[in-house]
């Protein structure tokens, strides 16, 4: 099993910046791609941001030049830096990895899997 934990949530004056973050742990072989969600009140979700196992980047038109993501394999680990936030990014940001993971002791097993992480409130407001 693995665990996703984010953080780095909060309320922000229109034009601050926040830097979100989400740890993977547990019995992890490898990481494919890992993506940043989010989802306002009343609204579907969204794609924010992806990046790939070769750093490869892509965003939501939205959000370019604002946002920026990035990852920390040694820490199994992604970042979302957002910057000149507006009100409408506020919304619940949820992580979501593509990873391989580890299903028997002797780690000769491995299979897919696909994890969301818990969410973190991003409020931006004066």
């Known amino acids: 099993q693995v665990q996703l934990v984010e953080s780095g949530g909060g309320l922000v004056q229109p034009g601050g910046s926040l830097r979100l973050s989400c740890a993977a742990s547990?019995?992890?072989?490898?990481?494919?791609?890992m993506d940043w969600h989010r989802q306002a009140p009343g609204k579907q979700r969204e794609l924010v941001a992806t990046i790939s196992i070769v750093n490869s980047t892509h965003y939501a038109d939205s959000v370019k030049g604002r946002f920026t993501i990035s990852r920390d394999n040694a820490k199994n680990t992604v970042y979302l830096q957002m910057n000149s936030l507006k009100p409408e990014d506020t919304a619940v940001y949820y992580c979501?990895?593509?990873?391989?993971?580890?299903?028997?002791?002797?780690?000769?097993?491995?299979?897919?899997?696909?994890?969301w992480g818990q969410g973190t409130q991003v409020t931006v407001s004066s």
């Open positions: 547990g019995s992890i072989f490898r990481i494919d791609h």
């Open positions: 979501y990895v593509d990873l391989w993971e580890y299903i028997s002791a002797d780690y000769s097993r491995r299979r897919n899997q696909k994890y």
